[in-house]
Every structure is written in structure tokens, then in C-alpha cells.
């Protein structure tokens, strides 16, 4: 069972839940941009939640499979057909052997995932089959794919679809501000240069991806000008150059850095970063530790309540 890689799109990589416990040797998470989307399709076909999926990037890929076998197609709204009809989302579909999909730019995100059923066949490194891109490793051959590469599918045995229920996609794309703690330096900061950050509207910069996302808008200058030590990045930390503009740092992310933390985006928000795009607005509110806590356990509750009997 393989898929052939036709065309491979702008950005598409192999990616899990992700690569822990290393940060100490300076290897970023990786894994998947949006792990919410990636878990959905996973459990609609009937895998572990952090099975091996691809994650395509503003623009899709054109697949072959040269064997049938079930997939389904999560995240951002994305224009997929078959044989020029249309592919429905957030759905299990047995596709048949010899079958082309293809998947167009993405509208209303960044990121679409595409899990088939058993997973997609790579080696692990260091626990995870996520591509760490710039690290060479991981995925296939560590890097994004490329036309004519052919990945081998796990395979899997029957099993019975499962379904969303009706409205959850919306829950998922639910709009406000992203919710943010106190960064390590929160101290650095005025109260007013900190009130600037939450209430300023941000835009995501072009110059950004996987490992940090960059935005624009109202500078945040530090207390006095001081320089910090190197320290470990926690994933999704907010950082704040000398220039003011904040930096998201995200699933690529280097693990140690220099720059001040104002912030650091709440791990039930995370797959909100995942789905920005270059020119999207950004706003933050605070929220309180027990409060990020308690915001976690309901997405979870949440995702084991969206399936119909």
C-alpha cells in the first residue's frame, strides 16, 4: 500500500504529536502545526490520535493511491477533488486504487491534514516520525516532499467510520483573541507596555512559519534596556526583540533564546497559531494558570464529544 507524490504542494511534510524530551540537546517539538485538525482525522479513520498524517501548507498536494484505503481530509477549508469532483471534509472516505486527489490552496487557514487509515509508514526518530526540516531529520528524509517520492502506508484493519456531529467544525474555528500567561519576563515590562500588548491588534508577518510566527503592529519596549541570558523556550512562548514586535515562537522553534518573554500562548489555543496566515490579525488576552488548565481539560472533553453514535 504507498501513495505516489504527484505534485507536492508548497509546504508538505509528514508530521505526529510531535518530538518531547530533547529540548536540552537543542531539538525543537516539530510535529503537527495544528494538532487538534491532525487528532480529528486521525480518529475519523480510526488511528491513534498522533499517528503519522501530512500536513499541507497554503497550497496542497497531488496524490496517487496505488491501493484503496480510507482517508479523511481535516483542517482548513480547502478546495479537494477526485477525478474533478469535489471531496468532502472532516469525513471518512474510501478512496479507490489508482485514485488522484487533489488539494488546492487553503481559504479560511494555513494548514490542511490528510490522515489514511494505519498511517503513513516512515521511520522514527527519537519517538516521532515528525519532519524536522531544519534539522534534516525525521518524515521523509527529514525534509518537505517532493514530486515522485512514494510514501508506504501501515495499512490497517476494517473499521467502521466514524462521524463528526453537526456544527463541531465551527466550535473548532471559534474567533476572539488568543488566550495568553504571564511570560518569565512579564516584569520587564510597564503595566502600560504590557496593557499595549493586549490591547494592540497584531498582523502576521510574511516572514513567518513553522518555528515563529512574526507580527506587526504596536512596539513593546522593555523597562530599561537589558540584555538576558540565554534560557530555555517553552512552545508558544511570546518573545520581544529590540525592534518591539513580537515573535510567537511555534512548533520549529529553537530552544533557547535571548530575547524577553512577555507571554505564552495556552497550550488549548495552540492549534489557533497553527492556522494563521500571513496577514491575519492577531489579538491576545490574558488568562490565569488555573484558568489555562481548566481551558485544556475542556478541549479534551469537547474532542471526546463530537462524534455521533
Known amino acids: 500500500?504507498?501513495?505516489?507524490?504527484?505534485?507536492?504542494?508548497?509546504?508538505?511534510?509528514?508530521?505526529?504529536?510531535?518530538?518531547?524530551?530533547?529540548a536540552h540537546l537543542g531539538i525543537s517539538p516539530c510535529g503537527a502545526a495544528d494538532l487538534v485538525s491532525m487528532r480529528i482525522a486521525n480518529r475519523l479513520v480510526g488511528n491513534d490520535d498522533y499517528a503519522p498524517a501530512l500536513e499541507m501548507t497554503l497550497m496542497g498536494a497531488t496524490l496517487e493511491f496505488e491501493s484503496?484505503?480510507?482517508?479523511?481530509?481535516?483542517?482548513?477549508?480547502?478546495?479537494?477533488?477526485?477525478?474533478?469532483?469535489?471531496?468532502?471534509?472532516?469525513?471518512?472516505?474510501?478512496?479507490?486504487?489508482?485514485?488522484v486527489l487533489?488539494?488546492?490552496?487553503?481559504?479560511?487557514?494555513?494548514?490542511?491534514?490528510?490522515?489514511?487509515?494505519?498511517?503513513?509508514?516512515?521511520?522514527?526518530?527519537?519517538?516521532?516520525?515528525?519532519?524536522?526540516?531544519?534539522?534534516?531529520?525525521?518524515?521523509v528524509e527529514g525534509r518537505r516532499l517532493k514530486t515522485g517520492d512514494v510514501l508506504e502506508l501501515d495499512g490497517g484493519a476494517a473499521w467502521e467510520p466514524r462521524r463528526l456531529m453537526q456544527?463541531?467544525?465551527?466550535?473548532?474555528?471559534?474567533?476572539?483573541?488568543?488566550?495568553?500567561?504571564?511570560?518569565a519576563q512579564h516584569d520587564w515590562f510597564s503595566p502600560a507596555?504590557?496593557?499595549k500588548f493586549l490591547t494592540s491588534p497584531y498582523v502576521v508577518s510574511e516572514q513567518s512559519d513553522r518555528a515563529?510566527?512574526?507580527?506587526?503592529?504596536?512596539?513593546v519596549q522593555t523597562l530599561e534596556r537589558r540584555q538576558l541570558l540565554t534560557d530555555g523556550i517553552p512552545l508558544g512562548a511570546v518573545?520581544?526583540?529590540?525592534?518591539?514586535?513580537?515573535?510567537?515562537?511555534?512548533?520549529?522553534?529553537?530552544?533557547?533564546?535571548?530575547?524577553?518573554?512577555?507571554?505564552?500562548?495556552?497550550?488549548?489555543?495552540?492549534?489557533r497559531i497553527g492556522q494563521?496566515?500571513?496577514?491575519?490579525?492577531?489579538?491576545?488576552?490574558?488568562?490565569?494558570?488555573?484558568?489555562?488548565?481548566?481551558?485544556?481539560?475542556?478541549?479534551?472533553?469537547?474532542?471526546?464529544e463530537i462524534w455521533q453514535e
Open 68 to 99: 484503496a484505503c480510507l482517508i479523511a481530509i481535516t483542517g482548513t477549508s480547502c478546495e479537494c477533488t477526485i477525478a474533478g469532483k469535489q471531496v468532502s471534509v472532516y469525513t471518512a472516505l474510501q478512496v479507490a486504487a489508482g485514485a
Open 167 to 183: 456544527g463541531a467544525r465551527e466550535t473548532l474555528r471559534a474567533d476572539g483573541p488568543i488566550r495568553v500567561t504571564r511570560g
Open 212 to 219: 515563529g510566527l512574526r507580527l506587526k503592529g504596536e512596539a
Open 239 to 271: 518573545q520581544v526583540p529590540q525592534d518591539g514586535q513580537p515573535i510567537i515562537l511555534f512548533v520549529d522553534q529553537q530552544t533557547t533564546g535571548g530575547y524577553p518573554k512577555i507571554a505564552n500562548v495556552i497550550a488549548a489555543d495552540m492549534h
Open 193 to 195: 507596555e504590557y496593557g
Open 102 to 139: 487533489h488539494c488546492g490552496s487553503t481559504t479560511n487557514g494555513a494548514r490542511t491534514y490528510l490522515a489514511v487509515r494505519g498511517g503513513i509508514g516512515v521511520p522514527l526518530v527519537m519517538g516521532s516520525a515528525s519532519t524536522d526540516v531544519r534539522g534534516n531529520f525525521g518524515g
Open 1 to 22: 500500500m504507498s501513495i505516489r507524490v504527484l505534485k507536492a504542494g508548497l509546504s508538505t511534510t509528514v508530521q505526529d504529536g510531535g518530538r518531547f524530551g530533547y
Open 276 to 304: 494563521l496566515r500571513p496577514r491575519d490579525q492577531v489579538h491576545f488576552a490574558e488568562t490565569s494558570i488555573p484558568e489555562a488548565i481548566e481551558a485544556l481539560r475542556e478541549r479534551e472533553r469537547w474532542l471526546g
